[in-house]
């Protein structure tokens, strides 16, 4: 594969159950039941409206448990060592800015957050082991609970940041969003896709 060499990266693809991104390095299982959108606009307007279109490079949709859950992803601009030196307050501002762009769009009735900051290192460890094929581990998750036009829905998402392209670092964010009721119903598919990331530095 020259991607080195190449103009272009190979298009996402499907293999199995595994999609794999070479644009943004990871690769993930896809569960049952769940398939890409036909229409990823429509679908993230109709389940998850304060999502940037931009950033989703995958959006799944099971129409039976009337879920979403989209991946997506952003190219940084320090190298991952320099995330290792940032302390608590920098990952808790990234929280805050993500609650205040909901905020703006619903009616948010709980806000619940954990940060992993000592995962920054594990997920080092694990791409120096295998730069190729390697776990990511999140940096932090948020379940919250909010009101969109009367509807009560409930959303979970986990923060990933890992290296990749050989000097740089990629953020991958994990997102589901369904009925409050329906939770239960979508959390195993969320939890498997989480599991099954991997990330994926070509460059090296």
């Not at 293999?15 to 299982?29: H, M, P």
């Not at 049952?32 to 950033?55: C, F, I």
């Not at 940041?161 to 991958?172: A, G, H, N, Y």
């Amino acid at each position: 594969m020259c991607l080195n060499a190449c103009s272009t990266l190979p298009s996402p693809l499907i293999v199995g159950n595994t999609y794999t991104n070479f644009e943004y390095e990871y690769s993930l299982d896809l569960p049952d039941g769940w398939l890409p959108a036909d229409d990823p606009s429509k679908a993230l307007e109709r389940y998850a409206r304060w999502v940037d279109e931009d950033m989703a490079s995958l959006v799944l949709i099971n129409n039976a448990t009337q879920g979403l859950i989209a991946v997506m992803n952003q190219k940084m601009a320090l190298a991952y060592p320099r995330y290792l030196k940032l302390d608590e307050h920098h990952w808790e501002n990234r929280i805050n800015e993500m609650r205040k762009k909901l905020e703006a769009e619903v009616n948010v009735l709980s806000y619940e957050y954990r940060i992993y900051k000592d995962n920054l290192v594990a997920t080092q460890q694990n791409y120096f082991v295998s730069q190729r094929t390697f776990k990511p581990e999140k940096v932090f998750g948020v379940d919250t609970r909010f009101v969109e036009n009367t509807a009560k829905k409930k959303m979970s998402f986990e923060w990933f940041l890992f290296p990749c392209q050989k000097d740089r670092s990629c953020q991958t964010i994990v997102m589901m969003s369904c009925p409050e009721d329906h939770y239960e119903d979508n959390r195993p598919a969320f939890e498997h896709i989480v599991a099954t990331l991997r990330g994926h530095d070509y460059y090296n």
